[in-house]
Every structure is written in structure tokens, then in C-alpha cells.
């Protein structure tokens, strides 16, 4: 099993933050709450590939339910579809 926190993620510098839902509604996923602020995170930080660890410190102060599990998750699914790069 790969180290998940020490991974970083890519994304795409072209990606704006005001198409989140539409976005990940293209790509086939269900734009949740808890997506859209991971993927928020990712586009503000998009030229910084942050790590899950700072991903979650940022997600956090949006949404302070969230968990590292949750972030994850989300992590996994937009990879999954392509709507980021690991």
C-alpha cells in the first residue's frame, strides 16, 4: 500500500474555482460539499501541489467537520476521474 500522505497532487493551472460543481458534475461524480471543498483547496493551490496533510489543514477551515478520511476519499475520486493528477 502506497504512503497516501506523503503523495501530492497536480492540478491542471486552468481550472477555475467558480466551475467546482460543474466540474466534478462532468466528470461523472456527484459534486458534494465535502468535494467541492477539496477540490476548491486544490485550485487555490494549484501551482504548490500541496500534500493531503495541508489539503485537509485548508479543508478544515471550510468545512471543520471533515475529516483526513473524507479528504482521502475525495482525493481518490478525483483522480479517479481525472479532474486531478496524483
Same mark, same amino acid.
Given at each position: ?29 456527484? =459534486? ?5 471543498? @477539496? %477540490?476548491?483547496? !486544490?485550485?487555490?493551490?494549484? /501551482?504548490? #501541489? ?13 468545512? =471543520? ?5 473524507? @479528504? %482521502?476519499?475525495? !482525493?481518490?475520486?478525483?483522480? /479517479?476521474? #481525472?479532474?486531478?493528477?496524483?
Amino acid at each position: 500500500m502506497k504512503d497516501v500522505k506523503a503523495r501530492t497532487v497536480f492540478v491542471p493551472p486552468h481550472r477555475e474555482r467558480g466551475v467546482v460543481h460543474a466540474r466534478i458534475a462532468e466528470a461523472g461524480l456527484r =459534486p458534494t460539499a465535502q468535494r467541492s471543498v @477539496v %477540490y476548491g483547496v !486544490l485550485l487555490d493551490h494549484a /501551482k504548490e #501541489h500541496p500534500t493531503a496533510d495541508e489539503i485537509f489543514m485548508q479543508a478544515k477551515t471550510e468545512k =471543520p467537520e471533515i475529516s483526513m478520511a473524507t @479528504v %482521502y476519499n475525495c !482525493l481518490d475520486a478525483l483522480v /479517479k476521474h #481525472h479532474l486531478v493528477k496524483q
